[in-house]
């Protein structure tokens, strides 16, 4: 099978469309997916583009095994400039943004297209239809303005067929919020990259895609042997009925801990949120296409008053953290916060945070209560108006949908006081070291150039688990173990260090379209991806070739940031994790991943300097040097001009 | 008293994973193609429900009956309803006999459920278990059912 990435180009300006070729020597160092879509925005799109600017692309991509019955390979990716303020003086970094899809991958990939990059700007609302390889460019605007997500991609389902893949935007897309998502089939975002903003600027509502011709296989029963290995794994696995009944990774009882704000006692917590007030409203678990565990659910409100609202995506840890930051102790209320930003689009846990933080600012005296259009208070429907307001841009909520960094200014506070989780690059993190420790997956919120953790899951992620558990992942790495992790005198994780392999294998994964909570949970390995990459394509890569990709490709992402002019100094650890949190359980402070020693700040500086030596970046600047990048191949691939970093 | 395995589908337990689909094409077809699978995942708009099917292996067997090339005929050791490629001349009569749409011709390939000779795949994959091989007694001959 030829190795070859085709690419659809859709000219929003021009209402035309043109195809490229991505040649299979530069897919082989790249594998497809996120990774091909980083170099097409890095190669089209200059840098200091304004995001919401016509010329800011939108690379739209499907995974090299999206498609495939590979389980959980059915990722795409989404690659443009952010449309939040990262910096105080103004500068945005370029996301690489994933969503898993139902039918959105599986039709891309059927269309065969394995990128669909959006240029320009349509002067009136439209939608773009593709079918295989016909596109049409269809007037939106009786969908403008009136439909959310869901009911936008029902119109859209009905006018053209059930099982098309749609990716929709709602009002705070079209108000271009800027911290809004577009909704991939309903149950997917593509979230903290301003995608539903920048769509918005182009006037996009939609894109529709329907693909008849599916995804070619090279060696089907190699494909179905090692597809089999992780099916094999995950009905061996013991916490597999509790996923299945809740429809989430790692149960209450794993969230509790991890995500757990310190404003309520645990037990009333537990009372309001946990495991059995899911199950009074979750109708059913979602699954992404070709995936055995399933993540979504579709829920329906039992009673309150919102009584019977269906809604569909993963409410349930939103609710909970959004409730207790809130102080909203009725799960339905909140949960049907979740479904009015999911129509709009809007990313609830920014806005659930940011309104905190304002929230008690006013609670304090420190900020006036009376705000242009509300008086700013913590009840429930103060903020279902501030929701819209923020949705609408209406009143103070103009200045909530520009984020945190805009709302600083506008209150004259710093985002660092902010109690919760951690803010870097303008952007919440959805995890707090504090509660949850630092392991690579947290601390990848202080060197990802988007910190979201975006798939950064490794068996690492829970906290405290065995040496022995943790090296069998590092092994297939090809990297020493003894120098990631330690045993005696007592056990110990090289975290900064591991940041850097834990960053690699998740964009190898972006690149494939394969989903992080297998490797979460021990179900699939790098390994496996290899052997299924290999059986679909024909090719014959080796281990260390597909982890080598992923730090080209890291490199890639990191290269687009620091040509956006981010540096080391962008890199902040976060105050919040110094301060330790005074909750009624007790003070919880950041520990180290065993949880034995409460860290420091020079103590999480030490990890900083660890991770720019794994990667081979001058540690002063935080960037790649120029012989990386030629080391790389990135120099080939991008053109020598662009490469120049550090010497 | 006549014994005969057939798929049964429930839809309620469904999650929309198409892995029915995708491992039915990889299986038969060598690909992973929603379009090449002899059983169906359709999404019901607007509220996410799902639709399964596939083929029934009718006691009347509507699409054998029409063949005129005798292509189709019952496989007594597994009770499915199958296609003999050689024999079939592709000309899709099968098709517009079969009153539950579950019999097409995609290329050079008759597209129709013949149970996996007796394992069914989809059955095997499914991950919540809303596709199950059932083996029931027919309530009464029907002539002409077998070949």
């Known amino acids: 099978l030829p190795l070859t990435n085709r690419v659809l180009h859709i000219d929003l300006n021009h209402l035309a469309t043109d195809t490229s070729e991505i040649p299979s020597e530069a897919v082989r160092l790249l594998l497809g997916g996120g990774g091909v879509g980083l170099y097409l925005w890095g190669t089209s799109v200059r840098p200091e583009v304004d995001p919401f600017a016509p010329e800011n692309d939108l690379v739209i991509s499907a995974g090299a095994l999206t498609g495939t019955i590979m389980p959980g390979c059915a990722k795409v990716t989404a690659v443009c400039k952010n449309t939040v303020v990262a910096t105080d003086d103004g500068r945005h970094y370029v996301a690489c943004s994933v969503a898993g899809s139902r039918d959105f991958g599986q039709m891309m990939k059927g269309a065969r297209w394995d990128h669909i990059v959006i240029h320009g700007q349509s002067e009136r609302p439209l939608y773009v239809l593709v079918e295989d390889d016909e596109v049409q460019f269809i007037p939106a605007e009786h969908l403008w303005g009136t439909t959310g997500t869901e009911s936008g991609s029902a119109v859209l389902r009905e006018q053209h067929g059930a099982d098309v893949g749609t990716m929709v935007i709602g009002a705070a897309g079209e108000n271009r919020v800027r911290f809004s998502m577009a909704v991939v089939d309903l149950s997917h975002s593509l979230g903290r990259a301003g995608v539903g903003a920048v769509m918005g600027a182009k006037n996009l509502k939609a894109l529709v895609v329907r693909g008849t011709q599916g995804v070619p296989v090279a060696d089907p029963a190699g494909l179905v042997t090692v597809a089999q290995k992780t099916v094999t794994n995950v009905k061996a696995w013991d916490h597999l009925p509790v996923w299945s009944r809740l429809g989430m990774g790692g149960g209450w009882s794993t969230f509790r801990y991890t995500q757990y704000p310190g404003k309520w006692p645990m037990d009333r917590w537990d009372r309001l949120y946990g495991e059995e007030k899911r199950l009074e409203s979750l109708e059913k678990v979602l699954a992404c296409s070709s995936c055995h565990l399933g993540c979504r659910v579709k829920w329906r409100i039992p009673d309150g008053t919102h009584a019977g609202e269906v809604g569909y995506g993963s409410p349930y840890g939103k609710s909970a953290t959004g409730g207790q930051l809130l102080g909203i102790e009725d799960i339905n209320q909140m949960i049907h916060l979740v479904a009015v930003a999911n129509a709009a689009g809007l990313d609830f846990y920014t806005w659930t945070r940011l309104t905190d933080w304002f929230t008690t600012l006013v609670d304090r005296g420190l900020v006036d209560a009376d705000q242009p259009g509300i008086r700013v208070e913590r009840t429930y429907p103060c903020y279902e108006q501030l929701m819209d307001m923020t949705i609408h841009r209406e009143g103070i909520g103009s200045v909530l949908a520009e984020g945190w960094i805009p709302v600083a200014e506008y209150i004259g506070r710093d985002p660092q006081e902010y109690w919760y989780a951690g803010i870097n690059k303008g952007t919440d993190f959805i995890y707090d070291a504090r509660s949850a420790r630092i392991h690579p997956l947290t601390f990848s919120f202080i060197t990802n150039p988007r910190p979201h953790h975006g798939g950064t899951h490794s068996l690492s992620t829970a906290a405290g688990k065995p040496p022995e558990q943790i090296r069998e992942q590092i092994e297939e790495w090809g990297v020493s173990t003894e120098m990631l992790i330690e045993e005696s005198p007592e056990p110990k994780l090289q975290v900064g260090r591991m940041t850097k392999y834990t960053e690699d294998a998740m964009m190898v994964r972006n690149a494939l379209g394969a989903c992080s909570m297998y490797p979460a949970f021990g179900l699939e390995r790098m390994h496996h991806l290899l052997a299924a990459f290999n059986a679909v394509s024909g090719e014959d890569l080796s281990l260390d070739q597909l982890m080598a990709t992923g730090d080209r490709l890291f490199n890639l992402l990191k290269w687009l940031n620091v040509r956006e002019g981010f540096r080391r100094e962008d890199d902040r650890i976060p105050e919040l994790w110094l301060r330790p949190m005074e909750s009624p359980e007790g003070v919880i402070a950041t520990r180290d991943y065993y949880g034995q020693h409460e860290l420091s700040r020079a103590d999480l500086e030490a990890m900083l300097e660890q991770y720019y030596v794994e990667r081979g970046w001058n540690p002063e600047s935080g960037c790649p040097t120029r012989a990386q990048l030629r080391a790389l191949k990135l120099d080939r691939l991008l053109g020598a001009k662009q490469t120049g970093t550090e010497k | ?147």
Not at chain 2, 21 to 34: Q, T, V
Not at chain 2, 107 to 134: F, H, I, M, N, T
């Open chain 2, 1 to 147: 008293m006549t014994m005969r395995q057939r798929i049964v589908t429930d839809a309620t337990k469904c999650c929309g994973c198409r892995v029915c689909e995708l491992i039915c094409s990889l299986r038969h077809a060598g690909i992973c193609d929603p379009n090449r699978s002899a059983v169906h995942r359709c999404t019901v708009t607007p509220d996410l429900q799902f639709m399964l099917s596939t083929c029934a292996q009718c006691a009347n067997i509507h699409c054998a009956q029409a063949c005129p090339a005798g292509a189709i005929h019952r496989d007594e050791r597994t009770g499915a309803v199958v296609v003999d490629a050689d024999l079939c001349n592709l000309c899709g009569a099968c098709v517009e006999a079969c009153p539950f749409d579950q019999i097409a011709v995609v290329g050079e390939r008759v597209l129709k459920c013949d149970l996996c000779g007796g394992e069914p795949q989809c059955v095997a994959w499914c991950p919540r278990e809303a596709l199950s091989l059932v083996t029931y007694a027919l309530r009464c001959e029907v002539e002409g059912a077998t070949s």
